[in-house]
């Protein structure tokens, strides 16, 4: 669950970086070579990684595009009886950490065609959503360390029960000889086996999971490839080995701990 919350926040970081660019809205009587030749200029500066020119009849069809559902806005476009945009140049950076620079090259940029800029910098919100991917992992974490505890006393238990019903046969084998190891090794062995059970129940039930979230993500990343089941099957043996050797770990330690306690003498 915490990768699944760590590839989730990382789709939406990228996402958002994806989407960053500032633009430089041009005065609406701009000459269009002149306007090619402020793109061209910007274009040549560090950081930048695209810059696309919109003319007004272009943010125009953008605009009525985008409130294609709001007739009030149309209707009032129409009794305007002109269009009221502006040309604009789009600017995209080569990456998003290099956003402030690459405002300051821009703001240094002086032209007669330029009518105002709109530099949003996108930073407070990669910054939110960092903090809150890092405050559920936290949580996650917290809740992990929690569940472990809970299953260390689990098998310590269930461990203490299992020596005291075969108390008989191991006060036998301590009789004839037997070694620690030998004693230990069939409760040791039993915390691997339901270990692997266990883990093979995670992936069974896991999976479903996974299968039911991922409409929701299609639906919310619009236009991104952002597949949690492929992830997990591309990384199957890693994220399941691993977490297949901690749940091993955790049996073996809580078995040996009470075997070692309860089988003295």
Same mark, same amino acid.
């Given at each position: 669950?915490?990768?699944?919350?760590?590839?989730?926040?990382?789709?939406?970081?990228?996402?958002?970086?994806?989407? =960053?660019?500032?633009?430089?809205?041009?005065?609406?009587?701009?000459?269009?070579? @002149?306007?090619?030749?402020?793109?061209? !200029? *910007? %274009?040549?500066?560090?950081?930048?990684?695209?810059?696309?020119?919109?003319?007004?009849?272009?943010?125009?069809?953008?605009?009525?595009?985008?409130?294609?559902?709001?007739?009030?806005?149309?209707?009032?476009?129409?009794?305007?009886?002109?269009?009221?945009?502006?040309?604009?140049?789009?600017?995209?950076?080569?990456?998003?950490?290099?956003?402030?620079?690459?405002?300051?090259?821009?703001?240094?940029?002086?032209?007669?065609?330029?009518?105002?800029?709109?530099?949003?910098?996108?930073?407070?919100?990669?910054?939110?959503?960092?903090?809150?991917?890092?405050?559920?992992?936290?949580?996650?974490?917290?809740?992990?360390?929690?569940? =472990?505890?809970?299953?260390?006393?689990?098998?310590?238990?269930?461990?203490?029960? @299992?020596?005291?019903?075969?108390?008989? !046969? *191991? %006060?036998?084998?301590?009789?004839?000889?037997?070694?620690?190891?030998?004693?230990?090794?069939?409760?040791?062995?039993?915390?691997?086996?339901?270990?692997?059970?266990?883990?093979?129940?995670?992936?069974?039930?896991?999976?479903?999971?996974?299968?039911?979230?991922?409409?929701?993500?299609?639906?919310?990343?619009?236009?991104?490839?952002?597949?949690?089941?492929?992830?997990?099957?591309?990384?199957?043996?890693?994220?399941?080995?691993?977490?297949?050797?901690?749940?091993?770990?955790?049996?073996?330690?809580?078995?040996?701990?009470?075997?070692?306690?309860?089988?003295?003498?």
């Amino acid at each position: 669950m915490l990768l699944v919350v760590k590839v989730i926040g990382a789709a939406a970081v990228g996402a958002v970086k994806d989407k =960053i660019d500032v633009s430089i809205y041009l005065k609406p009587d701009a000459d269009e070579k @002149a306007s090619l030749a402020l793109k061209s !200029e *910007i %274009s040549n500066l560090n950081g930048v990684k695209d810059v696309q020119y919109v003319s007004k009849d272009q943010a125009l069809e953008t605009f009525k595009s985008q409130y294609n559902d709001n007739p009030e806005v149309l209707q009032a476009l129409r009794e305007l009886g002109k269009n009221p945009l502006t040309p604009a140049l789009v600017i995209s950076p080569t990456n998003a950490d290099m956003l402030d620079g690459l405002i300051d090259e821009l703001n240094q940029i002086q032209s007669d065609i330029i009518d105002s800029r709109d530099f949003t910098n996108h930073k407070a919100l990669l910054d939110k959503i960092n903090s809150v991917t890092g405050k559920v992992t936290e949580a996650g974490l917290l809740l992990a360390i929690i569940f =472990i505890f809970i299953t260390v006393m689990v098998v310590f238990n269930s461990a203490r029960v @299992a020596i005291y019903t075969h108390n008989m !046969e *191991i %006060s036998i084998m301590r009789l004839v000889g037997a070694s620690n190891a030998f004693i230990y090794m069939p409760f040791l062995f039993s915390g691997l086996l339901y270990a692997l059970i266990g883990e093979i129940f995670i992936i069974l039930l896991f999976y479903p999971f996974l299968s039911l979230l991922q409409p929701y993500l299609e639906a919310f990343f619009v236009g991104y490839n952002i597949n949690v089941v492929t992830y997990f099957n591309e990384h199957f043996l890693l994220i399941f080995g691993l977490q297949f050797a901690g749940i091993a770990l955790i049996n073996i330690v809580a078995d040996w701990w009470a075997v070692r306690r309860y089988t003295r003498g």
